[in-house]
C-alpha cells in the first residue's frame, strides 16, 4: 500500500515538474534579443562575441554591439571566425546584419598558416551580396596568416556592405589579397579607413587587397604596406570603381607599386596620395601600372615632393602647396560636400572626418557672392557661367552677371544648359546686368527644352537684362526650343534679347523662348527660327495665362504649320503692344501682335503710341525701358544697351 502511495506521489511530482520547466522562459541567447531586424541578438563581451562563429545557423541573423569588447584572451586560432569558405561545395557566409553601434573591438589576434579567409568576418555575404557590417571599429588588431589567402582585420572575403568601419593601429599579414580592412572585396565599403600596418607577397593594399567587382568610395588610409607585386596605399589591385579616397601611408614593394593602387585596370576617379612610394618597376606616385584598354583616372593627384615620385601610370601630379590648394580640386565639388580643405595648411580631408577647413561646394566654381537676392553669385567667366548647369543645388540661386562672356569655347553639347530638364529646372534669379552672352552654341538631336535655360519653372523665378549676341541653337529633332529659354512655365523674363544667329527644333520653336506659361515683357529677338510647327519669331507657343508685353521679333522664321512672326501658337495667353517685322520675317501672320513694315518698325512713334517707355518720355512715372539708337536706320534697344562707336542716338562714327 505504502509503495503504491510512493509511486502515485512520485508520479505526481513528475508531472508537476514538468509541468513547471515548461513554464520557465527559455534561456536568452547571447546577451538577449531574438537575432531578428527589429530586435536583434544583443553582444556584450568577448564570449558572446567568439559564440557567433561557433554556431552557423545564426550567420543570417542580426547582431548589435552593446559595449566595447576586449578580445585579447583569444590566441593563435582560438577565436572562431565568423563565416567560412572551404570549396564551391562546402562555405556557408555571414548574410546577417552586425551594427558596431559606434563600439569598438580591441586586440583581435589570429595566427595562422595555410588557412584562407581569415579576419573577424571570413566569408560575408556570399553570392546574395546582401549582407550588412557597420559602424565599428577595430583597435590594434594583430592578424598573421602566413601563407593564406583573402587577408584583413575585418573582413577576409567581402560580398557585403561595410560602412562607417576602420582600424586604428595593429598589423595584417599574409600571402596574397591582403589590405588592412578587407583582403579581397566584391561588394561595397563606404566611409572607412585603416591605419593598421599591412604586408604580405601580392595584391597588398592598405584598405583592401584586392578590389574586384566592388565599389570603395569616401575611404582612406594611412597604413605603410609592404610587398612584391600589386601594391598600393589604398588597394593593391583595383579592378573596378575607387572614388573620393585618398592614402598617405609609405608603400613599397617591387612590381607595379602605386601610392594609392598598384594595379589598375578599373576606374580611378576624384582620389589623391601623398605617401612616400618605392620600387623596382612600374612604379608611380599615384598609380604603379594601368590596364590601356580598361583602365581610366579621373581628377586625381598625387604629391610630387612627399611621394618622391616624378611620374605616374595615371593621374596628375602635383607640388605639396599645389595639393593643399583649393583651385586643385574644382573637378571635386559637389553639391552635398565630400570633401573639405584648410587651405594652404593640409590636404582634402573627406567630411565626414570633421577635420578643420571649409567644404569644397559649388561656390568655389563662382566669382564669390553668397546666392541670395541681395547677394548674388558673381559670373566673371565663362566657365563660371558653365558650372551653373553642373549642380542642382544653384538652380534656386541667385545670380549676377559682372562681365560681357564669350562662349565660343563650347560646342556642341558641352556646354551645360542652366536648367536642363525636369526636376532639375531654374527656379532662381539671374541678372544680366546689362552684359551680354556671345556666341552661345548647342548642337544636338532628340532632346528637349534647349537653350541658354532649358527648363524655368517658379514663380519668383527671374531672367532679366541679358544680351545674347550671335546665339546658334541646332536641335535637331528636339521640342520646346529657344535661344534663352526652352520651357518657361512660370517666372518672368524681362528686357533681355537675342541680337543675330539659325535657332532651329522640331515642335515649339522661339526666337527668345520655345514654349512660355509665364511672363515676357520688354524683350526682343532678330534671329532667324525654323522648325516643323508651331515656330516664332520670339515665342513658339504662348499658353493659358502667359503674357508678352511690349516685345518685338525681326528674324526670318519658317516652318510647315502654325508658323507666326511673332507667336506660332497662342492658346488663351495675353499678348499686348508687341510687334513683328513683316518683311524680313517673311510671315504676315502671327497668332498674336501687330505686323509692322521694316520702315514702321524702325520709327520710334510705332512704339511711343503703344505705349512703350523710351528714353525722355517718361509714361506714367515709369522708368526708361527703350531707345532709338538712329530711327529710320535700327530697331528700338533696350536703354542699358550702349553702343561700342559713335554717339548715343546714331551709330555714325562721331565720338
Known sequence: MNETRNSSLLGKITVLVVICCCALP???????????????????D????N?????????????????????????GTSFNIIGYFLDWDDNKPFTGAFDGNNHTISDFTYTSTGIDLIGLFGYVGGWEGNAEIKDLGLIDPNVDAGTGYYVGSLVGYNYGTITNCYVEGGSVAGNNYVGGLVGVNVGTITNCYSTASVSGEGSVGGLVGQNEEGTISNCYSSADVSGNGHVGGLVGWNSDTITNCYSEGFVSGTNRVGGLVGDNDGTISNCYSTGSVAGTSDVGGLVGHND????????SFWDTQTSGQATSDGGTGKTTAQMQTVRTFIAWVSCEPVWTIDEGKDYPRLAWENAPGEPITPQLCLGGGSGTQADPYLIYTAEQLNAIGLFPCLLDKHFLLCADIDLSGFTGTSFNIIGASWPNVFRGGFDGNGHTISNFTYS?????FIGLFGYVDGGDAEIKNLGLIDPNVEAGTGNRVGLLVGRLSRGTISGCYAEGGSVSGSFIVGGLVGFSWGTINNCYSTGSVSGTSAVGGLVGVNFLAATIIDCYATGSVTGNENVGGLVGVNLEGEITTSFWDTETSGQTSSDGGTGKTTAEMQMMNTFTDAGWDFVGERINGSEDIWMMTCEGMSYPKLSWWQPVLGDYFCPDGVD
Open 444 to 448: 544636338s538631336t532628340e532632346t528637349d
Open 46 to 49: 568577448a564570449n558572446q562575441m
Open 26 to 44: 527559455a534561456q536568452a541567447k547571447y546577451g538577449g534579443g531574438t537575432g531578428e531586424p527589429n530586435d536583434p541578438y544583443l553582444i556584450y
Open 292 to 299: 590601356e584598354q580598361y583602365a581610366v583616372v579621373t581628377a
Open 51 to 75: 559564440t557567433i562563429g561557433a554556431d552557423s545557423n545564426d550567420w543570417d541573423k542580426c547582431f548589435i554591439l552593446m559595449a566595447d569588447i576586449d578580445l585579447s584572451g583569444y590566441t
